[in-house]
């Protein structure tokens, strides 16, 4: 199974940015549970949003009203929105994908959000 993430970029504090990730190798992706996480340098890769393969949703509170995730089975890829972006939000993006009791993650991407 191969997740590849893509999307990231340089922002200005406010705008907005769609990740995507696809996967590849694996027909199991419809039931499977799928998140994006995030990580900046010197701390630790932090939950940004979860939906398992019967829709449920979780967001953490300092994302929660500005990120969207969401997937499309029949493309197997999931895609995160990110609105009301802030300098904070920036970070390697990764996603992440639970499938049969295995964990596969994508390589990131870079968002980067100016002040």
């Known amino acids: 199974v191969q997740l590849q993430a893509s999307g990231g970029g340089l922002v200005q504090a406010g705008r907005s940015l769609r990740l995507s990730c696809g996967a590849s190798?694996?027909?199991?992706?419809?039931?499977?549970?799928l998140a994006w996480y995030r990580q900046a340098p010197g701390k630790q890769r932090d939950l940004v949003a979860l939906?398992?393969?019967?829709?449920?949703?979780t967001y953490p509170d300092y994302v929660k009203g500005r990120f969207t995730i969401s997937r499309d089975n029949d493309k197997n890829v999931m895609y995160l929105q990110m609105n009301r972006l802030k300098p904070e939000d920036t970070s390697v993006y990764y996603c992440?994908?639970?499938?049969?009791?295995?964990?596969?993650w994508g390589r990131g991407t870079q968002v980067t959000v100016s002040s």
């Open positions: 992440k994908m639970i499938a049969n009791l295995e964990e596969y």
């Open positions: 190798g694996t027909d199991s992706f419809s039931a499977s549970t």
């Open positions: 939906i398992t393969s019967t829709g449920s949703i």
